[in-house]
């Protein structure tokens, strides 16, 4: 750590865990005296695990590991010494010999919240160890029980809140048969590019010639297998905005200038 300081770290990153270390703890006070945001995986012992170190120490950020289901890592530690939650299951990375490698552990829940505060000191220098770290939990997405809690602490590391203060989230509700009907029935001329609708074009040709084609993006069983990811993906942040009190349902029928004044009118102050 001496030597990571000497060189101008600003950000430790300890992705290892153990029992309390004298010589560690003492490195890490005397970083922390000199302002080093210090960010630790909390261990991959399970839930009957002691705490364990440096994050267990209270100067540092601890951080336990979620998959993609927002779920606990089964095999991350717990406790109230716990800050925050990253991404730490299944994630791929680089192995030795130029492979890659699918891996899971807090350890990569630690990286995950380095990068984080890197993002933050780099966008603002002069932001306090202390600071950053309350960003950092203030900005983070709930899971689990309401408020802080030994699992996830504040809850998951979420780098689009701490660099974005949204006053509204528009959502455009379109009923799916107008979705299909409107991207499926496009069709788009190979020789001078104008797209046209089957809806109010019946030709197979281009007014300059060109046979009109339907791109592969636009074929009806893509599109209905789009809508189905964005089902399974997309549709819970309308839940999550809700939740916040930021969505704004706007009907998305009709031509672009009435859309656009439904937009206009829910957005006046």
Same mark, same amino acid.
């Given at each position: 750590?001496?030597? #990571?300081? /000497?060189? $101008?770290?600003? @950000?430790?990153?300890?992705?290892?865990?153990?029992?309390? =270390?004298?010589?560690?703890?003492? $490195?890490?006070?005397?970083?922390?005296?000199?302002?080093?945001?210090?960010?630790?995986?909390?261990?991959?012992?399970? #839930?009957?695990?002691?705490?364990?170190?440096?994050?267990?120490?209270?100067?540092?950020?601890?951080?336990?590991?979620?998959?993609?289901? &927002?779920?606990?890592?089964?095999?991350?530690?717990?406790?109230?010494?716990?800050?925050?939650?990253?991404? $730490?299951?299944?994630?791929?990375?680089?192995?030795? =010999?130029?492979?890659?490698?699918?891996?899971?552990?807090?350890?990569?829940?630690?990286?995950?919240?380095?990068? *984080?505060? +890197?993002?933050?000191?780099?966008?603002?220098?002069?932001?306090?160890?202390?600071?950053?770290?309350?960003?950092?939990? *203030?900005? #983070?997405?709930? /899971?689990?029980?309401?408020?802080? &809690? =030994?699992?996830?602490?504040?809850?998951?590391?979420?780098?689009?809140? !701490?660099?974005? %203060? /949204?006053?509204?989230?528009?959502?455009?509700?379109?009923?799916?048969? @107008? @979705?299909?009907? *409107? @991207?499926?029935?496009?069709?788009?001329?190979?020789?001078?590019?104008?797209?046209?609708?089957?809806?109010?074009? %019946?030709?197979?040709?281009?007014?300059?010639?060109?046979? /009109?084609? !339907?791109? %592969?993006? &636009?074929?009806?069983?893509?599109?209905?297998?789009?809508?189905?990811?964005?089902?399974?993906?997309?549709?819970?942040?309308?839940?999550?905005?809700?939740?916040?009190?930021?969505?704004?349902?706007? &009907?998305?029928?009709?031509?672009?200038?009435?859309? =656009? +004044?439904?937009? +206009? #009118?829910?957005? %006046?102050?």
């Amino acid at each position: 750590m001496n030597y #990571a300081v /000497l060189h $101008g770290a600003q @950000i430790v990153n300890m992705s290892f865990a153990g029992p309390k =270390d004298p010589l560690i703890e003492r $490195g890490i006070g005397a970083t922390a005296a000199r302002g080093i945001v210090m960010v630790a995986a909390s261990g991959n012992a399970g #839930a009957k695990s002691p705490p364990l170190y440096p994050a267990a120490n209270a100067n540092v950020i601890a951080v336990s590991a979620t998959d993609a289901g &927002d779920k606990l890592f089964a095999a991350s530690n717990r406790g109230g010494h716990i800050a925050i939650a990253a991404p $730490g299951v299944d994630i791929f990375l680089p192995a030795p =010999d130029g492979k890659y490698q699918m891996t899971s552990g807090t350890s990569f829940s630690a990286a995950y919240v380095s990068g *984080r505060a +890197a993002l933050m000191l780099g966008r603002n220098p002069a932001l306090k160890r202390g600071e950053v770290r309350a960003i950092l939990m *203030r900005t #983070a997405r709930d /899971l689990g029980s309401p408020g802080r &809690d =030994d699992q996830f602490g504040a809850g998951q590391a979420d780098a689009f809140a !701490q660099f974005v %203060e /949204l006053d509204a989230v528009i959502y455009l509700e379109v009923p799916f048969e @107008i @979705i299909i009907k *409107r @991207i499926s029935g496009r069709r788009r001329c190979p020789e001078c590019g104008v797209i046209y609708h089957t809806s109010h074009y %019946e030709k197979s040709t281009c007014s300059c010639g060109g046979v /009109l084609y !339907q791109r %592969e993006d &636009d074929k009806l069983e893509t599109v209905k297998n789009r809508l189905a990811v964005y089902e399974a993906e997309t549709r819970p942040l309308i839940a999550y905005y809700s939740q916040k009190g930021l969505l704004r349902t706007v &009907d998305g029928e009709g031509t672009p200038e009435e859309v =656009d +004044a439904r937009i +206009a #009118a829910l957005l %006046e102050p």
